[in-house]
């Protein structure tokens, strides 16, 4: 098997998984949460209610970007098919020095914010998804209010 087609089969695993009953709870929630500081996070990590959702959505995508570091799936590809990476380190992404500082742990979601960090115009990319992530659930609560 060709390292394209490998690629191509672990990427579908991951979106497998995205499509868990449990996972697609834990990312419509993540979808509708905003934080404003790195205690909203914290408040989120240690609430019950959505802590098991935060995690699992966080630290779902540091292990499929953990795969493309160590070169397990081209990046290439991943990057190109896989853009909800972007959405969720663009809401944690201003914190994660407040993050990692309250938790003890300077390698907290590390990989990535490696992965994601060395594409062009990542900076950019990340501010353009958090105004496009405001824009869509100020429509969601437009429709819901209608």
């Not at 990057?79 to 992404?93: D, L, P, R």
Request: charged share 30%; aromatic share 10%; with cysteine.
């Amino acid at each position: 098997m060709s390292k394209e087609s490998k690629s191509a089969d672990l990427i579908m695993k991951l979106y497998d998984l995205r499509r868990e009953d449990k996972m697609r709870e834990g990312r419509n929630w993540f979808i509708s949460f905003f934080p404003e500081s790195a205690e909203d996070i914290m408040k989120a990590m240690i609430d019950p209610e959505t802590s098991a959702k935060y995690r699992m959505v966080s630290t779902y995508w540091d292990m499929a970007a953990s795969f493309v570091n160590h070169n397990a799936i081209d990046e290439e590809m991943f990057m190109e098919t896989n853009g909800e990476c972007w959405v969720v380190f663009s809401k944690i992404q201003p914190y994660i020095a407040g993050m990692r500082e309250m938790m003890g742990n300077p390698k907290y979601l590390m990989n990535l914010e490696k992965l994601l960090m060395r594409q062009p115009d990542a900076l950019e990319t990340l501010v353009a998804r958090r105004e496009m992530m405001k824009r869509l659930m100020q429509a969601r609560s437009e429709m819901a209010a209608k």
